[in-house]
């Protein structure tokens, strides 16, 4: 079947921590794979992508790396600030159906001074 | 930068009325997304259209319908609100396989 996993949250973490958020897919076949950023009153925001396995998405500090052997695309960054209190997404592509996402259900992070 | 905008940030409607959201892009994308998010489900996909005048169902199309008359404006109709479409709802736009494009969303409150 089609499914993302994400890790439960909330995720605490201290200023300049690091970070890591699991998030893993079942899907015949590689589809791309993205992270989402939901901050507080907003809508979702595309953090980055991965399009094939071994494929690495970066932004802001953030990385992802499409790992086919392990059916994974674990949000990681080195070092996190207050601004990255959020609700992050993970999800993944179903092209044959007009651009369709499935979408874990989504990991709290809250950041502390 | 695309622009998805959601006419409404919040909502409060009765039981049983009749709730129309609506959606606008501006950047001529052909598919468009309605989802509602809940708490510990994350999102869920209620209806989308993959062109003027086409809908598909999503996961939780119940109690919900759509209208796409202009390829610009996606709207959602709860034709009888009930107390357990209190909800967030999210609406999004993409180009073909690209990423989706998200709106700010609509807390919908329904008494």
């Known amino acids: 079947g089609n499914s993302v996993t994400q890790m439960e949250g909330p995720v605490t973490l201290s200023e300049e921590a690091f970070l890591t958020i699991n998030c893993t897919y079942t899907?015949?076949?590689?589809?791309?794979l993205f992270w989402y950023v939901q901050y507080p009153g907003e809508g979702l925001q595309l953090l980055l992508k991965?399009?094939?396995?071994?494929d690495k998405g970066s932004n802001k500090g953030f990385e992802a790396t499409y790992r086919k052997e392990t059916t994974s695309f674990h949000l990681e960054k080195g070092s996190v600030q207050v601004s990255d209190s959020a609700v992050y997404f993970c999800?993944?592509?179903?092209?044959?159906?007009?651009?369709?996402?499935?979408f874990g259900q989504g990991t709290e992070l809250s950041v502390k001074p | 930068d695309v622009k998805v905008t959601q006419s409404s940030r919040y909502l409060v409607k009765r039981t049983g009325e009749k709730v129309f959201l609506e959606c606008v892009q501006d950047m001529d994308h052909e598919n468009m997304f309605w989802y509602r998010q809940d708490p510990g489900l994350g999102l869920r996909l209620i209806y989308f259209s993959y062109d003027v005048k086409m809908k598909e169902k999503g996961d939780i199309p119940e109690g919900y319908s759509v209208s796409r008359e202009k390829k610009e404006r996606f709207s959602l109709i709860l034709e009888s609100a009930s107390t357990n479409q209190t909800s967030m709802y999210l609406c999004a736009s993409s180009l073909g396989a690209q990423p989706q494009h998200f709106g700010d969303g609509t807390r919908l409150s329904i008494l």
């Open positions: 899907a015949t076949g590689y589809p791309s």
């Open positions: 991965a399009t094939k396995a071994d």
């Open positions: 999800a993944r592509a179903i092209y044959n159906q007009g651009g369709k996402l499935i």
